[in-house]
């Protein structure tokens, strides 16, 4: 057969097959018919479905310019700016599989009683930051303006308690890492929103507010100072940190020499105070939360980040870490203390240095960094409450006893 005949035989199948799709592409749906479509099949199990963050839905917000959100969850896929072990970049993939069981009609959290994702904030998965694992200054550079732009987008609905806070109108973000030195272009961006130096609450086992030169005090460039144990300290010397309001806590590191130096050495990042993972047995949850907001307060007018590497959890709760340190807290202690943090102007927050690859079977690190995630969100939107809405540890419960029957505990509540 002549090419030219095989090549118009190829046209004429190819038509046919473009005038069937366009054929089911302008089908309309009857109304009625879509209702039951609905009725039948719009539901999910926590194990279908694509693996975006809680079964939000997933929006490449980067390159949809229109789509704005209250709260908006980001992945930072980057990890080459670690000193120890590398894989977090696969960890925002990793935490939002681990998200399958919170899905919007089944997580009231009884803690604080409320649903965040059935109360008044949009919250929306926004995907990853494409972000080069080959130049790290071009890798900051990118998610500056990626937080940047993200932050800076419109909010889509009031929150009930008003506009009483510098946050008001400015979405927050929480970022999914990728390893801890994400959150140095995420404080530019919001240094850059908000025109004033940010309140940082840093849960780790380590300082990360090391001078660069404790690497290296001979090989030295631009690029050496981004780590992801000095980025604080960059932070501190560029002002976007106000580091009277700022504090450490769930620290357990080894120090640089032969003496405190770490500690006591004279610069602008050692502002932050001090709570060690130690001090728990003292202090108890409760007291490490009254130490932090005595420390950060509660104004208004003073933007709050707060960022959590997940090794502030001792390695029997999270081995899937990059540096992980012995002794550390429990999930429960640490979901226990950010509970008591839900009053915190937060702007914004990160959880990081989620290394799967170093997890266990039952992904006990990814779970517990999912669990984080879902508490900060759940104070980002009980913040914007009017009412009381009490909880657990708001006590609104306390006439709910073991032994009543279901009935009996529906009329207290009621009364309540």
């Given at each position: 057969?002549?090419a ?11 038509g ?15 109304e009625?018919?879509r209702e039951e479509l ?6 999910e199990?926590?194990f279908?479905?694509i ?9 490449k917000c980067?390159?949809e310019p ?14 080459t700016?670690?000193?120890?072990r590398?894989g ?11 998200s399958?069981?919170?899905m919007s ?9 409320i649903?965040?994702y059935?109360?008044w904030?949009?919250i929306?998965?926004?995907?990853d930051i494409p972000?080069?694992p ?6 900051e550079r990118?998610?500056?303006e990626a937080?940047?732009e ?5 909010t889509?609905?009031?929150?009930p ?8 109108g400015?979405p927050k ?9 994400v959150?140095?272009p995420?404080?530019?961006a919001?240094?850059?929103i ?8 840093h849960?780790?086992a ?8 404790r690497?290296?005090?001979y ?8 780590n992801?144990?000095s980025f604080?300290h960059k ?8 580091n ?7 620290l357990?590191t ?13 610069g ?9 993972a130690d001090?728990?047995d003292?202090l108890?949850?409760m007291?490490?939360?009254?130490t932090?907001?005595q ?7 003073q ?5 959590v590497?997940?090794d502030?959890?001792?390695p029997?709760?999270a081995?899937?870490t ?6 550390g807290w ?5 979901i ?5 943090l ?11 240095e ?5 997890d266990?079977k ?6 517990a960094?999912a669990?984080?995630?879902f ?5 980002m939107v ?7 809405l ?15 029957t ?5 009329v207290?509540?009621?009364e309540?």
């Open positions: 057969m002549p030219w005949k095989s090549f118009v035989g190829l046209l004429a199948l190819a046919g097959a473009v005038s069937c799709a366009h054929h089911g592409d302008t089908e309309v749906v009857p009625h018919e609905l009725k039948k099949w719009d539901q199990w926590s279908t479905g693996a975006s963050f809680a079964h939000l839905k997933p929006v980067l390159i229109s789509e704005n959100y209250d709260i908006a969850v980001i992945g930072a896929p980057f990890d700016a670690v000193s120890y590398p977090a970049r696969f960890g925002p993939r990793a935490i939002r599989a681990a399958a069981r919170q009609g089944t997580s009231f959290n009884t803690r604080a009683g649903n965040p059935k109360s904030a949009k929306t998965d926004c995907g972000i080069t080959f130049d790290n200054g071009l890798a990118q998610m500056y937080f940047l993200l932050g800076s987008r419109k889509v609905n009031a929150a308690k008003g506009g009483d806070s510098i946050g008001t400015h973000l929480v970022t999914l890492g990728g390893d801890h030195s959150a140095l995420a404080l530019r919001l240094h850059q908000y025109q004033k130096p940010i309140t940082v609450l849960f780790d380590h300082l990360d507010t090391w001078n660069p030169v690497y290296s005090a090989w030295q460039s631009e690029q050496t100072q981004f992801h144990g604080f932070a501190s010397r560029e002002g976007l940190i106000c009277s309001t700022s504090a450490h806590a769930g357990r080894r120090l640089t020499g032969v003496d405190a130096g770490d500690y006591t050495n004279p602008p990042e050692q502002g932050f105070i001090r709570i060690h001090d728990i003292e108890g949850p007291g490490v939360v009254e932090i907001i420390r950060t307060g509660l104004d208004p007018e933007p709050v980040y707060l960022s590497d997940i502030v959890l001792d029997s709760t081995p899937g990059g540096t992980p340190e012995p002794g429990t999930t429960r202690e640490f226990r203390i950010l509970r008591g839900e009053k915190l102007n937060l702007v914004g927050a990160d959880i990081v989620v290394s799967p690859a170093y266990n039952g992904e006990t690190t990814a779970l960094a669990q984080v995630a508490e900060i969100i759940t104070s009980k913040s914007g409450v009017k009412e009381d009490g909880g657990w540890y708001g006590h609104l419960y306390d006439d709910v006893t073991v032994g009543q279901e009935a009996e505990s529906e207290t509540r009621d309540l």
